[in-house]
Protein backbone atom coordinates (compact mmCIF):
# COMPACT_ATOMS: atom_id res chain seq x y z
CA UNK A 1 0.00 0.00 0.00
CA UNK A 2 0.88 3.92 0.08
CA UNK A 3 1.77 5.97 3.07
CA UNK A 4 2.90 9.22 4.11
CA UNK A 5 3.94 9.12 7.92
CA UNK A 6 4.72 12.41 9.98
CA UNK A 7 4.65 13.03 13.53
CA UNK A 8 0.95 13.78 14.83
CA UNK A 9 2.05 17.22 16.89
CA UNK A 10 4.86 18.95 17.71
CA UNK A 11 5.83 21.77 20.10
CA UNK A 12 8.44 24.46 19.85
CA UNK A 13 9.27 28.06 21.06
CA UNK A 14 8.77 30.93 19.20
CA UNK A 15 12.48 32.02 17.67
CA UNK A 16 13.25 28.70 17.68
CA UNK A 17 14.16 26.27 14.84
CA UNK A 18 11.90 23.03 14.20
CA UNK A 19 12.23 20.32 11.43
CA UNK A 20 8.82 18.39 10.53
CA UNK A 21 9.80 14.69 8.82
CA UNK A 22 7.80 13.03 6.35
CA UNK A 23 8.75 9.31 5.42
CA UNK A 24 6.59 7.66 2.24
CA UNK A 25 5.86 4.88 0.42
CA UNK A 26 4.17 5.29 -2.62
CA UNK A 27 3.91 3.92 -6.09
CA UNK A 28 6.31 5.95 -8.26
CA UNK A 29 7.43 9.66 -7.05
CA UNK A 30 6.35 12.29 -8.91
CA UNK A 31 7.43 15.35 -6.47
CA UNK A 32 6.36 16.10 -3.14
CA UNK A 33 4.65 19.25 -1.46
CA UNK A 34 4.49 21.06 2.17
CA UNK A 35 1.21 22.64 2.50
CA UNK A 36 0.76 24.80 5.77
CA UNK A 37 -2.82 24.89 6.95
CA UNK A 38 -4.27 27.16 9.66
CA UNK A 39 -7.33 26.10 11.17
CA UNK A 40 -10.80 26.71 9.03
CA UNK A 41 -8.42 27.64 6.08
CA UNK A 42 -7.78 25.62 2.93
CA UNK A 43 -4.08 24.85 2.75
CA UNK A 44 -1.38 27.17 1.12
CA UNK A 45 1.37 26.01 -0.63
CA UNK A 46 4.87 26.04 0.81
CA UNK A 47 7.18 24.09 -1.44
CA UNK A 48 7.45 21.50 -4.20
CA UNK A 49 10.83 19.14 -4.44
CA UNK A 50 11.34 16.54 -7.13
CA UNK A 51 15.02 16.43 -7.59
CA UNK A 52 16.82 15.58 -4.40
CA UNK A 53 18.55 18.52 -2.34
CA UNK A 54 17.43 21.08 -0.12
CA UNK A 55 15.20 24.00 -1.40
CA UNK A 56 15.52 27.26 0.86
CA UNK A 57 12.85 30.08 0.77
CA UNK A 58 13.13 32.18 3.57
CA UNK A 59 12.85 31.11 7.12
CA UNK A 60 11.40 27.73 5.63
CA UNK A 61 13.69 25.16 3.79
CA UNK A 62 12.68 21.74 2.64
CA UNK A 63 14.55 19.01 2.06
CA UNK A 64 14.22 15.44 -0.14
CA UNK A 65 15.56 12.33 -0.73
CA UNK A 66 14.37 10.39 -3.24
CA UNK A 67 16.60 7.37 -2.15
CA UNK A 68 15.15 7.01 1.23
CA UNK A 69 11.95 7.74 0.76
CA UNK A 70 12.49 10.97 3.09
CA UNK A 71 11.70 14.49 3.42
CA UNK A 72 11.68 17.31 6.04
CA UNK A 73 10.65 21.05 6.25
CA UNK A 74 12.48 22.79 8.26
CA UNK A 75 11.30 26.07 10.07
CA UNK A 76 13.49 29.12 11.31
CA UNK A 77 12.88 31.66 13.36
CA UNK A 78 9.76 30.18 14.64
CA UNK A 79 6.31 32.89 14.99
CA UNK A 80 3.59 32.91 17.17
CA UNK A 81 1.96 32.90 13.58
CA UNK A 82 3.66 29.78 11.95
CA UNK A 83 1.06 27.69 14.48
CA UNK A 84 -0.62 25.88 12.29
CA UNK A 85 -0.52 22.14 10.75
CA UNK A 86 1.89 21.12 8.05
CA UNK A 87 0.85 18.94 5.48
CA UNK A 88 3.25 16.31 3.44
CA UNK A 89 1.75 15.62 0.03
CA UNK A 90 3.23 12.84 -2.76
CA UNK A 91 2.27 12.79 -6.26
CA UNK A 92 2.51 8.83 -7.54
CA UNK A 93 3.00 7.61 -10.49
CA UNK A 94 -0.40 7.85 -11.59
CA UNK A 95 -0.34 11.68 -10.65
CA UNK A 96 -2.52 11.26 -7.64
CA UNK A 97 -1.82 12.94 -4.07
CA UNK A 98 -1.06 10.70 -1.37
CA UNK A 99 -1.46 12.82 1.58
CA UNK A 100 0.10 12.75 5.02
CA UNK A 101 -2.09 13.38 7.98
CA UNK A 102 -0.85 16.38 8.67
CA UNK A 103 1.66 17.72 11.72
CA UNK A 104 0.10 20.07 14.18
CA UNK A 105 2.83 22.34 15.27
CA UNK A 106 2.58 24.29 18.73
CA UNK A 107 4.30 27.41 19.45
CA UNK A 108 4.97 28.72 22.52
CA UNK A 109 6.29 32.25 23.81
CA UNK B 1 -8.46 6.91 9.82
CA UNK B 2 -11.03 8.81 7.68
CA UNK B 3 -10.86 8.26 4.24
CA UNK B 4 -11.34 10.22 0.61
CA UNK B 5 -12.12 8.84 -2.61
CA UNK B 6 -11.84 10.50 -6.42
CA UNK B 7 -13.64 9.17 -9.47
CA UNK B 8 -11.59 8.87 -11.75
CA UNK B 9 -7.88 10.02 -10.52
CA UNK B 10 -7.46 11.38 -14.06
CA UNK B 11 -9.44 11.94 -17.10
CA UNK B 12 -8.82 13.63 -21.04
CA UNK B 13 -11.44 14.98 -22.81
CA UNK B 14 -11.81 17.48 -25.85
CA UNK B 15 -12.90 20.89 -25.56
CA UNK B 16 -16.36 21.61 -25.38
CA UNK B 17 -17.45 18.37 -23.42
CA UNK B 18 -18.52 17.75 -20.09
CA UNK B 19 -16.47 15.83 -17.05
CA UNK B 20 -18.32 14.99 -13.66
CA UNK B 21 -15.97 13.89 -10.55
CA UNK B 22 -16.89 12.35 -7.86
CA UNK B 23 -15.94 12.94 -4.47
CA UNK B 24 -16.89 10.39 -1.74
CA UNK B 25 -16.64 10.16 2.25
CA UNK B 26 -16.31 6.21 2.58
CA UNK B 27 -16.47 5.71 6.02
CA UNK B 28 -17.76 9.31 7.51
CA UNK B 29 -20.32 11.53 6.98
CA UNK B 30 -19.31 15.06 5.78
CA UNK B 31 -22.21 17.62 5.61
CA UNK B 32 -18.87 19.66 4.09
CA UNK B 33 -17.29 19.18 1.27
CA UNK B 34 -14.64 21.45 -0.65
CA UNK B 35 -13.32 22.17 -4.02
CA UNK B 36 -10.19 22.88 -4.52
CA UNK B 37 -7.89 23.80 -8.10
CA UNK B 38 -4.17 23.70 -8.15
CA UNK B 39 -2.24 25.10 -10.90
CA UNK B 40 1.35 23.31 -11.52
CA UNK B 41 3.48 24.71 -8.32
CA UNK B 42 0.44 26.75 -7.01
CA UNK B 43 -1.81 26.77 -3.70
CA UNK B 44 -4.75 25.12 -3.66
CA UNK B 45 -7.56 27.21 -4.31
CA UNK B 46 -11.01 26.87 -2.84
CA UNK B 47 -13.19 26.90 -5.48
CA UNK B 48 -16.43 26.13 -3.16
CA UNK B 49 -18.17 24.77 -0.20
CA UNK B 50 -20.84 22.45 -0.59
CA UNK B 51 -22.85 21.73 2.74
CA UNK B 52 -25.59 18.45 1.66
CA UNK B 53 -28.99 19.20 0.98
CA UNK B 54 -28.14 23.15 0.15
CA UNK B 55 -26.47 24.74 -3.08
CA UNK B 56 -22.86 25.30 -3.26
CA UNK B 57 -21.23 28.56 -2.01
CA UNK B 58 -18.75 29.75 -4.46
CA UNK B 59 -15.24 31.65 -4.46
CA UNK B 60 -15.14 34.74 -6.22
CA UNK B 61 -14.24 34.35 -9.64
CA UNK B 62 -15.58 30.90 -10.16
CA UNK B 63 -18.02 30.62 -12.44
CA UNK B 64 -21.34 28.45 -11.19
CA UNK B 65 -22.98 27.99 -14.32
CA UNK B 66 -19.52 25.89 -15.99
CA UNK B 67 -18.64 23.98 -12.19
CA UNK B 68 -21.75 22.77 -11.31
CA UNK B 69 -21.57 20.84 -7.89
CA UNK B 70 -23.99 18.80 -6.57
CA UNK B 71 -23.97 17.60 -3.23
CA UNK B 72 -26.84 15.11 -2.95
CA UNK B 73 -26.16 12.91 0.26
CA UNK B 74 -23.61 12.75 3.32
CA UNK B 75 -20.97 10.67 1.11
CA UNK B 76 -20.65 12.05 -2.05
CA UNK B 77 -20.68 15.58 -3.48
CA UNK B 78 -20.02 15.72 -7.55
CA UNK B 79 -17.99 18.75 -9.35
CA UNK B 80 -19.28 19.18 -13.21
CA UNK B 81 -16.81 21.17 -15.46
CA UNK B 82 -19.38 21.82 -18.33
CA UNK B 83 -18.11 22.77 -21.91
CA UNK B 84 -14.66 22.05 -21.00
CA UNK B 85 -11.66 24.51 -22.61
CA UNK B 86 -8.06 23.87 -22.09
CA UNK B 87 -7.57 26.37 -19.78
CA UNK B 88 -9.37 24.35 -17.49
CA UNK B 89 -7.00 21.50 -17.56
CA UNK B 90 -5.85 21.37 -14.19
CA UNK B 91 -5.74 19.18 -10.96
CA UNK B 92 -9.17 18.97 -8.78
CA UNK B 93 -8.97 17.86 -5.43
CA UNK B 94 -12.02 17.00 -2.52
CA UNK B 95 -11.90 17.74 0.93
CA UNK B 96 -14.57 16.69 3.87
CA UNK B 97 -15.13 18.07 6.69
CA UNK B 98 -15.77 15.36 9.47
CA UNK B 99 -18.01 15.62 12.64
CA UNK B 100 -14.61 16.53 14.53
CA UNK B 101 -14.19 19.57 12.14
CA UNK B 102 -11.17 17.89 10.52
CA UNK B 103 -10.66 18.14 7.06
CA UNK B 104 -9.61 15.29 5.14
CA UNK B 105 -8.45 15.96 1.47
CA UNK B 106 -9.34 13.39 -1.50
CA UNK B 107 -6.48 12.23 -3.80
CA UNK B 108 -7.61 14.56 -6.35
CA UNK B 109 -8.36 14.15 -10.47
CA UNK B 110 -6.31 15.34 -13.22
CA UNK B 111 -8.21 17.04 -15.65
CA UNK B 112 -6.73 17.30 -19.31
CA UNK B 113 -8.43 18.96 -21.60
CA UNK B 114 -7.12 18.87 -25.35
Known amino acids: GQNIDQPTEMTATEGAIVQINCTYQ??????LFWYQQHAGEAPTFLSY??LDGLEEKGRFSSFLSRSKGYSYLLLKELQMKDSASYLC??????????WGAGTKLIIKP | GAVVSQHPSWVICKSGTSVKIECRSL??????MFWYRQFPKQSLMLMAT?????????EQGVEKDKFLINHASLTLSTLTVTSAHPEDSSFYIC??????????FGPGTRLTVT
Open chain 2, 95 to 104: SARAADYEQY
Open chain 2, 27 to 32: DFQATT
Open chain 2, 50 to 58: SNEGSKATY
Open chain 1, 26 to 31: TSGFNG
Open chain 1, 49 to 50: NV
Open chain 1, 89 to 98: AVVDSNYQLI
